[in-house]
């Protein structure tokens, strides 16, 4: 064996444990965006209930938070990697309301810079995610999205069929 493909006993538990901290991060981040939601349902900023002309969309968000925390950890927890991609889809667009709506506060004050900003963190570590389990979940060689539409694109119906 080379240098480079030896495995040292060290470096696999290593791997080992560093695998398990992601694990239990991605589960945290799960369930910091279940609570998120929870909040945001039952105890609203007043500036936000203030903003909003359609109280529909804290439910709204609010349910987006709660489902796609649950399922985002529920999926890293158990493995199946689509209640995690959901997941996190859902989680992705419930922050993106959440910062459309607390976005429209910085009209009157910068005292929402901050929940802005780290409101995009939160989505920016989503989207990170969901692009990792992406590149995990691609097969090398495989057709991507735009070229099997562009196949679908070019199917004609045979002339019998349009009678």
Known sequence: MT?????????????????????????TVGLAVLASGVFAIVATP??????ISLPLFVALWGGLLIAGGFSSALGRLT?????ETTGIAAAGFGALIYLVIVSSLLVNSLDAAVAITLILV????????????QMLL??????????????????????????
Do not use: C
């Open 138 to 163: 691609s097969e090398p060689g495989q057709r991507g999205f735009i070229v099997r539409l562009q196949a679908l694109l070019r199917v004609r119906t045979v002339a019998s069929l349009r009678d």
């Open 122 to 133: 939160a989505l920016l570590a989503l989207l990170r995610r969901y692009v990792e389990l």
């Open 46 to 51: 007043p500036s936000v209930t203030a903003t």
């Open 3 to 27: 240098p480079n493909t030896e495995t040292h006993p060290t470096s696999a538990k290593r791997h080992a444990a560093l695998d398990a901290l992601l694990r239990i991060i991605d589960v």
């Open 79 to 83: 493995g199946i990697w689509i209640l």
